[in-house]
């Protein structure tokens, strides 16, 4: 029936099922934790990445402007996940909060959007994770067979000059998801201890970066600091930016995947706003200084196609002895990532399948750690598929695409919510509504507009393969649907 694609889930039924009685999840997490567990996500393969090539390729210096714009969308759609974590903590995301507020439809289509962020997000930092793993070994004079440390799809080129192109599967990257995977069955809370070590590790890093590296500026890498435009909408210019910002986006990925913890959150409507802003707020501070100090120590030019920019800025300072301890501190930080991001994709399907959406087989949940742990199973294969076998660059910008798409819904279903039901009790209220939400939606369409066309392609031959699983089992399996 037509009326089921716009179906919407009572507001009251997921407080039940975020009350004691309902929520077979442990409440193990902190607010602190949960910072923690934001800044886990999103301090990552981004910032120690594609800061680099986002300034070689797109912004030059005036790469920090592109963290900032990318910054001011992320705050709109923060604000707003924030709102709907604090009235609705429940695990999903912005599944969850679409189910409530636009119908089961949008619902799927976010929940399967969602993959792309969490699933193929892991899988390409875990890609990244393999490259400095890499490094480090050969810096010790260790060279793993080149057959297993590569995808048969791209070559691989280490600091020392090193090539390899005759790889078979990258099998580091399967490995550390594996590993990770695993961890996640056994429960959030030791491997919330794992993130906050990991944490603490790579923001001391970030800050000695910082702090070693300003002393070592030289004012005239940024000159100009708004390189003009070649002719190219992606070439530098203000246009620039804007695609600079689009392709650092991807480092801001994680912030909203505190949200998805909520159930195992021990004060979710204090905790959740606390977690989602703060861990905003930090990452966008480190950010824009890190970027303002690797711009200032390397001539933006040098960074094309330069995998390890934050190594390569590093070498200027003279203090080679730390360049080891910088490549682990990324290795740190990767981790953490890969760490939030596979537990992200768990609950988003745990949610979706206690809705009757997907089969029960992914909210099964383990007798003795209380994890969905056939789900993380699951996960640990298919992100494993793509790490093994996926160019990076092929996963990064599905990446953020899918993430810009789920933005732009939490920030329609805030301000839907708004009208449809101003009598719900909100710990946290998104300020200036509508203009909020509304400049959330416009600041992720930009930035979605603003990313290559192939991008576009992927993401709608995914949603066509998510509403074929729709129709053919969702739509048909749906339990709030057969109790309506």
């Given at each position: 029936m037509a009326n089921q694609l716009w179906i919407k889930k009572p507001i009251e039924k997921l407080m039940l099922e975020s009350s004691g009685e309902g929520n077979q999840l442990k409440r193990s997490l902190s607010s602190t934790s949960l910072i923690a567990l934001g800044i886990g996500a999103i301090i990552g393969a981004g910032l120690?990445?594609?800061?680099g090539i986002a300034a070689a390729e797109h912004a030059g210096p005036a790469v920090t402007i592109s963290f900032i714009l990318a910054a001011v969308g992320c705050g709109f759609a923060g604000l707003c996940y924030a709102e709907f974590a604090s009235m609705i903590p429940i695990a999903g995301s912005a599944y969850t909060y679409s189910y409530a507020t636009m119908g089961e439809f949008v619902a799927w289509i976010i929940g399967w959007d969602l993959v792309l962020e969490y699933a193929l997000g892991a899988a390409t930092v875990s890609v990244s994770?393999?490259?400095?793993?890499?490094?480090?070994?050969?810096?010790?004079?260790?060279?793993?067979?080149?057959?297993?440390?590569?995808?048969?799809?791209?070559?691989?080129?280490?600091?020392?000059?090193?090539v390899i192109d005759n790889g078979l599967v990258n099998l580091p990257a399967i490995l550390i998801i594996w590993v990770l995977s695993l961890l996640l069955i056994r429960g959030t809370q030791g491997s919330a201890f794992l993130n906050n070590i990991l944490v603490c590790v790579k923001v001391a890093v970030v800050l000695i970066f910082i702090a070693l590296g300003w002393s070592h500026i030289d004012p005239q890498n940024y000159i100009p600091y708004i390189p003009a435009n070649t002719g190219n909408y992606e070439n530098f210019g203000w246009s620039g930016i804007a695609t600079g910002a689009a392709v650092v986006f991807f480092a801001f990925i994680g912030f909203d995947a505190v949200s998805t913890a909520a159930q195992e959150a021990k004060n979710p409507q204090k905790g959740m706003p606390i977690g989602i802003l703060g861990s905003l707020v930090v990452c966008t501070i480190l950010y824009v200084l890190f970027a303002h100090v690797m711009t200032g120590l390397v001539k933006y030019t040098e960074f094309a196609n330069d995998a390890k920019p934050a190594a390569t800025a590093f070498a200027k300072t003279g203090y080679d002895t730390l360049q080891t301890g910088l490549v682990i501190a990324i290795l740190a930080g990767y981790t953490s990532v890969m760490l939030v991001m596979l537990l992200g994709q768990s609950r988003v399907f745990y949610s979706m399948s206690k809705d009757g959406l997907l089969p029960k087989f992914f909210s099964a949940v383990h007798p003795k750690f209380s994890t969905p742990w056939k789900t993380n199973l699951f996960f640990m294969l298919f992100v494993s598929?793509?790490?093994?076998?996926?160019?990076?660059?092929?996963?990064?910008?599905?990446?953020?695409?899918?993430?810009?798409?789920?933005?732009?819904?939490?920030?329609?279903?805030?301000?839907?919510?708004?009208?449809k039901r101003p009598d719900l009790k909100r710990s946290f209220r998104t300020p200036l509504v509508p203009f909020v939400p509304i400049m959330g939606i416009v600041v992720c369409l930009y930035l979605m507009y603003s990313l290559p066309i192939e991008s576009w392609y992927r993401l709608a031959i995914w949603l066509a393969l998510g509403l074929a699983v729709y129709f053919g089992y969702g739509k048909k399996n749906s339990k709030l649907a057969s109790e309506e």
């Open positions: 120690f990445s594609l800061t994770w393999s490259r400095y793993l890499l490094e480090f070994l050969s810096s010790f004079g260790i060279h793993l067979p080149t057959q297993l440390v590569c995808s048969p799809f791209e070559v691989v080129k280490l600091s020392d000059g090193t598929i793509f790490s093994g076998f996926v160019p990076v660059s092929d996963l990064g910008h599905m990446v953020s695409i899918g993430t810009l798409f789920a933005f732009c819904l939490v920030c329609v279903g805030v301000w839907m919510l708004r009208i």
